[in-house]
């Protein structure tokens, strides 16, 4: 374990997170929202720090970062648990699960980045579950990975304070960022988490010098309404400029077996309006 970074500590020896918009506070023995974070006689630590749960080789394409080292290999690394919980999770047996419920793999900074140079990796990924919070993991990797001119990227759903954020943007590469919906309710009701955050760290990237590329998976019934996702589109250009946007299927998953494939034809009447605003976009899932 690691004590966290970001958190402030309370009476009683409760803590309160401040890596996300969650805000938990925590009392002594009991983990926040993620699962991952634990008050530990008044002080958070990260359980899962060094201890993967997910380790693989990847094509950076699969991350999808279609504009970052094309047709290069990213050593790809998950730990348990997530900070927004996905009614259609495509990965939720290992993001909404205990820790202490899967096998894990010891895998500290140093040796993950002796990893990715052994296997010809240009990049390291923190991806399949929710990088950031593992973040001090996360981090740590980063400053190792760049002393050795590895590249860092995260998979993420974006959801994490602007403070931390700034500080892991020193190491960080490129980021794809999961823009679920630009419906609030949508990400009340589906995710449990909001839309405003995740805005937001969009917009803070874009204005630095991370390679952002942007996912949305198109739900039918839920997202997939056209002129919500022109709404979007035209919101990512305006505020983010022409970045690269991967428009994807979704399957029947998780808590939400009884939805539909989503249907070609939706997926190419949402690119087609897309490109009103976008130059890069590419379907996923097909």
């Given at each position: 374990?690691?004590?966290?970074?970001?958190?402030?500590?309370?009476?009683?020896?409760?803590?309160?997170?401040?890596?996300?918009?969650?805000?938990?506070?925590?009392?002594?023995?009991k983990r926040g929202n993620c699962c991952i974070r634990e008050n530990k006689d008044g002080k958070l630590y990260l359980v899962v720090y060094g201890k993967p749960c997910?380790?693989?080789?990847?094509?950076?394409?699969?991350?999808?970062?279609?504009?970052?080292?094309?047709?290069?290999?990213?050593?790809?690394?998950?730990?348990?648990?997530?900070?927004?919980?996905?009614?259609?999770?495509?990965?939720?047996?290992?993001?909404?699960?205990?820790?202490e419920e899967l096998p894990s793999v010891d895998l500290p900074p140093k040796k993950a980045v002796k990893e990715a140079i052994k296997n010809n990796c240009e990049s390291?990924?923190?991806?399949?579950?929710?990088?950031?919070?593992?973040?001090?993991?996360?981090?740590?990797?980063?400053?190792?990975?760049?002393?050795?001119?590895?590249?860092?990227?995260?998979?993420?759903?974006?959801?994490?304070?602007?403070?931390?954020?700034?500080?892991?943007?020193?190491?960080?590469?490129?980021?794809?960022?999961?823009?679920?919906?630009?419906?609030?309710?949508?990400?009340?009701?589906l995710t449990g988490a909001s839309l405003e955050p995740v805005l937001k760290t969009l917009k803070i990237l874009a204005k630095s010098n991370v390679h952002l590329e942007?996912?949305?998976?198109?739900?039918?019934?839920?997202?997939?309404?056209?002129?919500?996702?022109?709404?979007?589109?035209?919101?990512?250009?305006?505020?983010?400029?022409?970045?690269?946007?991967?428009?994807?299927?979704?399957?029947?998953?998780?808590?939400?077996?009884?939805?539909?494939?989503?249907?070609?034809?939706?997926?190419?009447?949402?690119?087609?309006?897309?490109?009103?605003?976008?130059?890069?976009?590419?379907?996923?899932?097909?």
């Open positions: 374990m690691k004590e966290c970074a970001y958190y402030k500590k309370l009476k009683e020896n409760k803590v309160q997170c401040q890596l996300c918009p969650r805000y938990c506070v925590i009392n002594e023995g997910a380790v693989h080789i990847d094509p950076i394409e699969k991350k999808p970062l279609y504009y970052f080292l094309p047709g290069s290999y990213s050593y790809s690394i998950g730990t348990a648990g997530c900070n927004l919980h996905c009614l259609f999770c495509q990965n939720w047996e290992i993001s909404q699960i205990k820790p390291i990924s923190y991806t399949y579950t929710e990088p950031l919070i593992s973040y001090e993991y996360v981090l740590d990797i980063c400053k190792e990975a760049h002393k050795r001119s590895i590249r860092n990227v995260i998979v993420s759903n974006g959801y994490i304070n602007e403070e931390p954020l700034k500080e892991l943007i020193k190491y960080l590469d490129a980021a794809n960022i999961d823009l679920k919906s630009f419906d609030a309710n949508f990400y009340r009701e942007i996912t949305t998976l198109i739900i039918p019934g839920y997202n997939d309404d056209i002129e919500r996702i022109e709404e979007m589109c035209k919101w990512i250009k305006d505020e983010l400029g022409d970045i690269p946007l991967h428009l994807s299927r979704v399957f029947p998953y998780y808590r939400m077996k009884d939805i539909s494939v989503t249907p070609l034809g939706t997926l190419q009447k949402a690119k087609k309006i897309a490109e009103k605003y976008l130059t890069r976009v590419n379907l996923g899932n097909v």
